[in-house]
DNA sequence: GTCTATAGAACGATAGAC
DNA sequence: GTCTATCGTTCTATAGAC
């Protein structure tokens, strides 16, 4: 919109980009640690450094604050891998980095699942939490389609090993599901269990 | 123990099997409706037609309680179509079954995975609590396992897609993503999904 | 001077202690 | 059943950017 600005001092809007940036940083943590209920709102303005006022001036409700952290990171946690499936790389080998990179992202995977588990129960109460969280999935499976849909078209064979709807609801429920029982029985998370469950789902 | 008694009137077990059996039906009855932390143990006993004393002659805890209703579930609820799967029948067959009595299942699914996901949290901060849990997840995978065993054997072809506990992992990981994701966006269980899935993973 | 991001007090609801 | 503490949310005053 505006030129901009040459000086050192950050500009309002930029200011409150930061602003909401932390706020979000700190929700992550003190969810993550507390679950949904157990977070107060206090306690995330005051981990960001700020005070109730200022969550209340970037997000009307708790409700909201939760639901902009999970678009946060449905935007950008994925990013990396969807690009390879749409590129028709081998799934063995985007398999095997997933894995790789596991270790470093366990805390970070059970943070989430925790989270999402209290927000789902939240969710189930509350017709409109519900719906709005509905949404979340739905745009979530529509982009898997979009990358599998890309990635059979470049495909030598050109054929989907079944429907695209069903393969990006597996993939989704075989992820989340996992996540789930890694959460109470760690172990099950074994090398492998990725790279031959989405070989055999999505193909070589 | 003893012999068989010839009285109509119940046998001391049998009646405190009777009794044990009644409480387990009024816990599912309220677990299912509020939640294990919404649950009160005074009112499944009323529930039940008893009182708490009933309840903590039978089980320990509340906790207690909760795993032998999962124990019954895990054993009552899987064997109609285990055993197609271990005797080698079609998948699609088993799937479309499945799937024609989703309808129908469906309460008792959602009720299910309600009570999981509370039951989750809860263990997830206790320790043992979640290896009780824990022990359950591996039991069930076990038994998956078992099945698959045996079901390859049979197959004409006798080669398995996958490696056994990986794939039994990812069926159990699908089946409860699923339930969850259900949870909150019931259009995912589409018709299709279970069979088109089962199919992709477990072979023909 | 105007506008707005934020602080912080106030309110209503709820849960737990006793 | 009463009292208290806590928490989500609303409201108002103010400091500082423009």
């Known amino acids: 919109m505006e030129a901009q ?13 930061q602003t909401r940036q932390a ?25 960001a450094g700020y005070t109730k006022g200022a969550v209340y001036a970037h997000f009307s ?14 935007s950008e946690d994925t990013p990396d891998w969807i690009e390879q499936l749409e590129e028709g790389a081998p799934v063995a080998e985007i398999a095997a980095q997933i894995e790789a990179q596991l ?5 970070r995977i059970r943070a989430w699942a925790m989270m999402t588990l209290e927000f789902f129960l939240h969710a ?31 495909d030598r064979t050109g054929i989907a090993p079944m429907s695209l709807v069903h393969l990006a609801t597996a993939l989704m429920a075989f992820e989340n599901g996992l996540s789930l029982l890694g959460l109470i029985y ?17 193909g070589e």
């Not at 040459?6 to 409150?16: G, I, N, S, W």
């Not at 409700?61 to 449905?74: I, Q, R, S, V, W």
């Not at 969280?133 to 499976?141: N, V």
């Open 61 to 74: 409700t708790k409700e909201d604050l939760y639901l902009a952290l999970l678009d946060e990171h449905l």
């Open 186 to 202: 760690p172990e099950i998370l074994a090398t492998g269990i990725y790279s031959e469950t989405l070989t055999r789902l999505i």
């Open 124 to 154: 189930m109460r509350n017709e409109q939490v519900r719906t709005r969280l509905a949404e979340r999935i739905e745009r979530g499976r529509a982009e898997y389609m979009g990358s599998l849909e890309k990635r059979y078209r470049i």
């Open 23 to 47: 706020l979000l940083n700190a929700a992550f943590e003190v969810f993550s640690r507390h679950g949904f209920n157990g977070a107060s709102v206090d306690l995330v303005a005051e981990t």
């Open 103 to 107: 270790p470093e992202d366990l805390e």
């Open 5 to 17: 600005p040459r000086r050192v001092r950050l500009t309002r809007e930029e200011a409150k980009a």
